[in-house]
T-cell receptor, first 113, second 109 residues
Framework: NAGVTQTPKFRVLKTGQSMTLLCAQDMNHEYMYWYRQDPGMGLRLIHYSVGEGTTAKGEVPDGYNVSRLKKQNFLLGLESAAPSQTSVYFC????????????FGQGTRLTVV | DAKTTQPTSMDCAEGRAANLPCNHSTISGNEYVYWYRQIHSQGPQYIIHGLKNNETNEMASLIITEDRKSSTLILPHATLRDTAVYYCIVRVLADKLIFGTGTRLQVFP
């Protein structure tokens, strides 16, 4: 039981490049989330999903796209990376009811130069 | 989602109880109070949640006022490893999880 696994852990991108961050959970959770955390700041919700095949915008969705083709995976894409997207990205998952709280991954540190 | 207000930072002596307050004066009847913490640069960790009644688990206790407009997270015997940012969140079940800025708790020897 690995919980929530994020791939990769670190990445450096050049401005304009694209990439996909992968989040995988093995707890059969319905809900999955992508957050970003800038230095000294709290977490801000980018996109989330309430089930396979569904996605919704969070607080700061611009510049990102997501897909949830399989229940266990939630992908975050950056089509054209910008320096403002330099951040630590966290993925989380939870049961729909939230009774036991959400589980978070270890984070992906992304630097756009 | 209801807004929460937390102090920016707090200190606590090791071995003493840490009492972290949270104000959520606009909370609605079906919104729960959740607490998470984030140690250093790790992913946040769920601590506890409640609706009306006080709750206790192996990590902490949650005290919710009768009018539900505020709550307090209590770490009964703080250790250095409890140094972290603590987030108070209000949400309905099955809603998205929105974080605020949290309280930075520093436990000192």
């Amino acid at each position: 039981n690995a919980g929530v696994t994020q791939t990769p852990k670190f990445r450096v991108l050049k401005t304009g490049q694209s990439m996909t961050l992968l989040c995988a959970q093995d707890m059969n959770h319905e809900y999955m989330y992508w957050y970003r955390q800038d230095p000294g700041m709290g977490l801000r919700l980018i996109h989330y999903s309430v089930g396979e095949g569904t996605t919704a915008k969070g607080e700061v969705p611009d510049g990102y796209n997501v897909s949830r083709l399989k229940k266990q995976n939630f992908l975050l894409g950056l089509e054209s990376a910008a320096p403002s997207q330099t951040s630590v990205y966290f993925c989380a998952s939870s049961y729909w009811g939230g009774e036991v709280g959400a589980f978070f991954g270890q984070g992906t540190r992304l630097t756009v130069v | 989602d209801a807004k929460t207000t937390q102090p920016t930072s707090m200190d606590c002596a090791e071995g003493r109880a840490a009492n972290l307050p949270c104000n959520h004066s606009t909370i609605s009847g079906n919104e729960y109070v959740y607490w998470y913490r984030q140690i250093h640069s790790q992913g946040p960790q769920y601590i506890i949640h409640g609706l009306k009644n006080n709750e206790t688990n192996e990590m902490a206790s949650l005290i919710i006022t009768e009018d539900r407009k505020s709550s307090t997270l209590i770490l009964p015997h703080a250790t250095l490893r409890d140094t972290a940012v603590y987030y108070c969140i209000v949400r309905v079940l099955a809603d998205k999880l929105i974080f605020g800025t949290g309280t930075r708790l520093q436990v000192f020897p």
